[in-house]
């Protein structure tokens, strides 16, 4: 069964980081390429940022610079550092397996709050 529990999530002021991790069990994590989503308040949920079983990543326009996905094989585990936050990054953010839109099987969330 797979299983995906985001962590790392918290309140920071406008300029602030924060590093998000997400712990994946119940496939072979290896072989999968992984994505990050966000949900704000009152909005759809998008896209972030993929990362693939290659290593190749890439990232919506408006984080990219800013934020940096990767991940540990070794430890089945994905990241997503956040720098040079903004108040328009506030949303709940989720580690999903695979490529597809919409995620077939994503964690429960992490919350991420921006303040100015």
């Known amino acids: 069964q797979v299983q995906l529990t985001e962590s790392g999530g918290g309140s920071v002021q406008a300029g602030g980081s924060l590093k998000l991790s997400c712990a994946a069990s119940g496939y072979y994590f290896t072989y999968c390429g992984m994505r990050w989503y966000r949900q704000a308040p009152g909005k759809e949920l998008e896209w972030v940022s993929t990362?693939?079983?290659?290593?190749?990543?890439s990232s919506k326009g408006s984080v990219a610079g800013r934020f940096t996905i990767s991940r540990d094989n070794a430890k089945n585990t994905l990241y997503l550092q956040l720098d040079s936050l903004r108040t328009d990054d506030t949303a709940m953010y989720y580690c999903?397996?695979?490529?597809?839109?919409?995620?077939?099987?994503r964690g429960q969330g992490t919350q991420v709050t921006v303040s100015s």
């Open positions: 990362i693939y079983s290659t290593g190749y990543t």
């Open positions: 999903a397996k695979g490529e597809t839109f919409p995620p077939a099987e």
